[in-house]
């Protein structure tokens, strides 16, 4: 019969794949009193594990993510030492396959919701840098540099905040794969009755799966009962929305018990319990606030040094730290408190080298400085730091939580080393022993680093190789990863490898010595005293081959080395300039972009960044890990039963005095359960989300992101178009009717004329190459552009009507327009193209993200998700939401609605019976809007499209108008007109350019020579580009023309390779 009942005399038994305790009594020499194994809980485990017994023998079993870990006890009575054996074994968990399609849906749905979070964080840090743009002047007469400060303040909060959203975010996702382990914990209270915690454990449970999939599957019944066509959609929306119900109350919940934890912390780091006690929240908040200051602006020095586990190094909470006459933190132990009065006053009296506490940073340096001057100045006393000494040890988070790995022979890999993290080159390496790495094994580690290195370095070179860089950027990119990225890496594995050969030279020496005693030992030892037992044997040598035993495992179990990667404290600033810098920080980084935000009428950013403000402040302020390094212990935190407020009936009595009735017995075990759960808890919190890699991560990836868009936003306050028109390559027209491309003999493109309705007038089997060459014209100078239509389209066929767009933009746009376009007329001028130019400015380039970027995010969130197409539904929808953060003050940079007014003015007037909008790049996705709002047909040539995003445009538009109106040309290899889901009338075209260059595909003027090679030019004129840059044949000449006068009007001669290159001579 299996009993799953514990014994009462132990606390609550536990294992763990980090962190387990295993705790054995001391062996008896008494047959009738057997060896006792305790296993305690430690707070690294996601779950509490549980004691049965099964078949005569104890078990410990503890929940893994994806298995059970359990510790048999074998209990062997035969030799004169009773032994207790403990059978290891891990056990997998049911892998069914409905359970793993659960997880995977889990997943997937988190995955997504992700995903998109992300989205609406990357949109707003872009409509914030659109908005300093537009603040700056570029699209007004006057600048307001007190606004665009503002905003640009506003910057330090939005990349903590947002970095923080994504890290919850991050472990959102993660709980959600493994079981949601996390938010049962988040759900329950650590001062919560035995039988309220389980009815909020179910609770939880029921939550998790309604969430995440019963209130979906409940909507998808009820939709397709009543026989709605659109019963997906609404689906999809109400799982997305209650998965926002779910991550909402799973961030509160964590930054709750994040502020709980720095309640009971302060406590900890208070005088007495009287003061602590009485402690308002305003006490609370402003000694939060004062620890974190003192923390942020202290000067440290940093030291990185080599240990072994003999050395007598530094651990966290050994020195007892104050602050000015602040109270030390209470120890729970007298006998470690004596310890560390005993080593605080040694570390006092011992003289500071910087071999001891390593060198001051950049910071250290500065504040020491400032406290010499002062010295010397006879303003000692009104110092703003003041200088710590000893320095005190600012411990790491993973080691006051005690997180370090163990490397031995077994688990040793090259592919663990190679892509070590930080915290792994800090793990334990065993060096001694049965476990201890073998020689081999050491240098195959030190190998692998160097050779890791050279091949990362290699192969960013062969990168830039292959795309034809500079031998001097090669070198340079080389130089920067050795030095920013690797020589650490280096440095730690090659002092790693040096102390390691330094340990085993210690230790042969020793086993040298060692043997020489014992072999004089051996010949003055006397075997009096040995009296043989009744079956004749030596029960002393017996007994003494046990103690040589147990000796010697002890011996061969004790050595191992790690890094150290130790940091200082310095110098620390006054409690009147902490306070003095957090106002400054109020200030500067909250108040002022606040009325910034709000003062140029972008009230969806300001009242997003007050929320998300006032949020930061509360996690950045009110922050567990800070405090924690204060105590120097997470046991101390809940010590003394400081859970909260206490259950009825609760006493404060001893430990050992509770343990003698059984009633005080189950009271001691279930104040030991909340405590482990409160630990566990905070364990879980601080590691994944307050400070797990991934916010670090997601800061880094915000900060890169910001840069980008702050170097496109300082090119768009410098550039001109008007510059950047003037200086494009003109191109080259052949004489007309003198030479032709004729028409692949093979399968031509079937669009190469389009059907009627969407030609250019006048125009038959070349429309494809009219909208092509228009394109192109866009990106001409405007002196050159009548002069090259007459030379295409023949003289007075085709008019730039540039009165007509200029009056327009006088009237309506006030001449301010922020977008270029023509308006070509033919013949009789009653039909017209309107000619949008692309992306020529980094101003162009941002208005390109602004309108793409969100749906070009959530096409690459659907690609790594599998069966990704299924929430292509709601993507609109989505993304509209996304756009309503959006600043009125960018309608003044939304390019699409200055070509749509001119195109509904030209309807308007009543003159034109036929219009049409083309363009390339920005100009062809400008195109497509503009032609689906107005109802006009619209040819891109590598245009963005618009079909996910098409509910985020004013006025929005529908399917069926993508498919009517829009056509889009899409060459290979062309990344830019993938942006966005296409319609269903688009022709995609070759690309000849080398597979090296990335962005050769994206050309107008090769799309324009590779539509005129494969339909051929007819009585359109060839361009001298096709063969002098981009390697197409020569045009072939008709009546007169032939190879001497193509030369001469190119300026070009034939090479071997089939490309041109200038003649000389």
């Keep these: 019969m299996m009993d799953s009942s514990r014994e009462e005399t132990q606390p609550p038994p536990a294992t763990a794949e980090e962190g387990m305790e295993q705790v054995l009594d001391t062996p008896s020499n008494n047959h009738n009193n057997s060896n006792k194994i305790t296993f305690q809980d430690h707070y690294t485990l996601p779950t509490p594990s549980n004691a049965v017994r099964f078949r005569g023998s104890t078990l410990c079993v503890a929940e893994l993510r994806n298995s059970q870990l359990q510790l048999e006890q074998h209990q062997n009575t035969k030799r004169k030492h009773s032994t207790t054996t403990v059978v290891i074994k891990k056990v997998a968990n049911d892998k069914a396959t409905h359970l793993n399609l659960l997880r995977l849906t889990y997943g997937t749905v988190g995955f997504f919701y992700v995903g998109f979070l992300f989205v609406v964080c990357f949109q707003v840090l872009l409509f914030l840098f659109m908005d300093l743009v537009v603040d700056s002047g570029l699209t007004e007469n ?151 200051q003192a923390y942020q602006y202290s000067g440290q020095s940093d030291l990185v040094r080599l240990s072994t586990d003999l050395e007598d190094s530094h ?150 190789v292959w795309m034809e860089s500079s031998v001097g950027t090669a070198i340079l990119l080389a130089v920067l990863i050795a030095f920013g990225c690797c020589l650490g890496r280096w440095q730690s594995s090659r002092r790693l490898y040096q102390l390691y050969q330094h340990v085993q030279q210690e230790h042969d020496t020793t086993a040298a010595s060692g043997m020489v005693e014992k072999d004089d030992d051996n010949d003055d030892e006397a075997v009096d005293g ?214 692949t003999p093979n399968l031509p493109y079937p669009t190469c004329a389009l059907a ?74 009653t039909a017209g193209v309107v000619v949008v130019r692309g992306s020529t400015t980094s101003w162009e380039w941002l208005t390109d993200a602004q309108l793409w970027s969100a749906a070009g995010i959530a096409q690459i969130i659907r690609a790594l998700l599998p069966l990704g197409e299924l929430f292509t539904p709601i993507i609109p929808q989505l993304l509209k939401g996304v756009s309503f953060i959006e600043s009125s003050n960018l309608d003044d940079v939304a390019l699409y609605k200055q070509t749509t007014a001119f195109v509904q003015s030209l309807q308007a007037s ?32 590598s245009g963005p499209n618009n079909m996910l995003s098409r509910k985020t445009f004013d006025p929005i538009f529908s399917k069926d108008d993508i498919t009517q109106y829009l056509f889009n040309v899409i060459p290979e290899r062309d990344v830019v007109p993938r942006v966005d889901d296409w319609g269903m009338q688009h022709q995609e075209i070759r690309c000849r350019a080398k597979a090296n260059d990335l962005f050769g595909c994206h050309s107008s003027i090769r799309s324009l020579c590779e539509i005129m090679y494969t339909c051929g030019s007819h009585a359109r004129p060839p361009l001298c580009e096709c063969a002098t840059k981009f390697g197409y044949p020569e045009a072939i000449p008709v009546g007169s023309g032939n190879e001497s006068s193509y030369t001469a009007i190119c300026g070009t001669c034939r090479t071997n390779d089939g490309y041109y290159s200038d003649c000389e001579g």
């Design 142 to 292: 006057a600048a307001r540099p007190g606004k665009f400060l503002g905003t640009l303040l506003s910057l330090p909060v939005f990349l903590y905040g947002l970095s923080s959203a994504m890290a919850l975010g991050s472990a959102f996702l993660s709980d959600v794969w493994s079981g949601h382990a996390l938010l049962r914990q988040v759900g329950q209270s650590s001062n919560m009755p035995e039988q309220k915690a389980l009815q909020v454990l179910i609770a939880m449970e029921w939550i998790a799966f309604g969430t995440l999939l019963g209130i979906p599957l409940l909507t998808w019944i009820i939709t397709l009962w009543a026989r709605l066509d659109d019963w997906w959609r609404i689906t999809l929306l109400t799982w997305f929305a209650s998965v926002t119900v779910y991550y909402v109350g799973y961030s509160f919940g964590i930054m709750y018990y994040e502020v709980q934890a720095s309640w009971l912390m302060l406590q900890v780091l208070s005088t007495t319990d009287t003061v602590a006690a009485s402690s308002s929240w305003w006490t609370f908040v402003t000694r939060a606030i004062a620890y974190r």
């Design 315 to 464: 651990h966290p909470g050994v020195s007892i730290k104050s602050d000015e006459g602040d109270n030390p933190q209470k120890n729970i132990n007298e006998e470690e408190e004596e310890e560390e009065a005993q080593e605080k006053e040694a570390e006092e009296n011992a003289p500071e080298t910087p071999q001891q506490y390593g060198h001051p940073n950049w910071w250290g340096y500065l504040t020491l400085w400032g406290i010499q001057c002062c010295g010397k100045c006879g303003k000692k006393g009104h110092s703003l730091f003041q200088k710590v000494s000893p320095p005190e040890r600012v411990p790491s988070l993973y080691e006051l939580l005690g997180t370090r790995q163990f490397v031995t022979r077994h688990n040793w890999s090259l592919e663990k080393l190679f892509c070590s993290t930080h915290q792994r080159l800090q793990a334990v390496t065993v060096v001694q022993g049965p476990a201890a790495l073998h020689p081999a094994q050491m240098v195959s580690s030190l190998i692998c680093t160097a050779v890791g290195i050279g091949l990362v370095i290699l192969l960013c070179v062969a990168g830039l």
């Design 530 to 743: 040995q009296e043989p037992d009744n079956n004749g044997n030596n029960v002393k040598a017996e007994e003494d081959q046990d103690i040589d035993e147990q000796d010697y495992e002890e011996e061969e179990e004790q050595a191992a080395i790690y890094q150290s990667f130790e940091k200082y404290r310095v110098t620390k600033p006054s409690a009147t300039l902490g306070w003095c810098l957090f106002g400054l920080e109020m200030g500067l980084f909250f108040i002022w972009p606040t009325i910034a935000l709000f003062a140029i009428n972008n009230y969806p950013v300001a009242v997003f960044f007050v929320a998300l403000g006032i949020i930061s402040m509360i996690r950045y302020y009110l922050n567990p890990s800070i405090l924690l390094k204060e105590i120097g212990s997470l046991d101390a935190v809940y010590a003394h039963g400081l859970l909260g407020q206490k259950q009825a009936g609760d006493n404060n009595e001893d430990p050992a005095v509770m343990k003698r009735t059984k009633k005080s017995r189950a009271q001691w075990s279930r104040n030991q359960q909340r405590q482990w759960n409160a630990q566990s808890r905070l364990f879980a919190i601080l590691t994944h989300v307050t400070r797990g890699p991934s916010r670090t991560t997601w800061l880094y990836v915000f900060f890169l992101l910001a840069l980008a868009v702050i170097f496109m936003s300082v090119g768009a306050l410098t550039e001109s178009a008007e510059d950047s028109v003037s200086s494009a390559d003109e191109i080259v027209l052949l004489p007309r009717g003198e030479f032709v491309y004729e028409p």
């Design 756 to 829: 009627k309705g969407v030609q250019v007038p006048n125009s038959n089997a070349t429309a494809l190459a009219d909208y092509a060459f228009l394109s192109v014209m866009a990106y001409q100078p405007p002196e050159t552009f009548q002069e090259k239509l007459d030379l295409w389209f023949g003289p007075g066929v085709a008019t730039d009507e540039v009165e007509i767009v200029r009056d327009f933009r006088q009237q309506v746009e006030g001449g301010n327009a922020a977008v270029s376009y023509h308006w070509v007329t033919f013949l009789d001028s």
């Design 910 to 941: 009543g003159n034109y019976s036929q219009i049409q909008i083309t363009g390339q790049s920005l100009g062809g996705g400008i195109s497509l809007i503009t032609g689906a709002q107005t109802g006009i047909p619209a040819i891109a040539i």
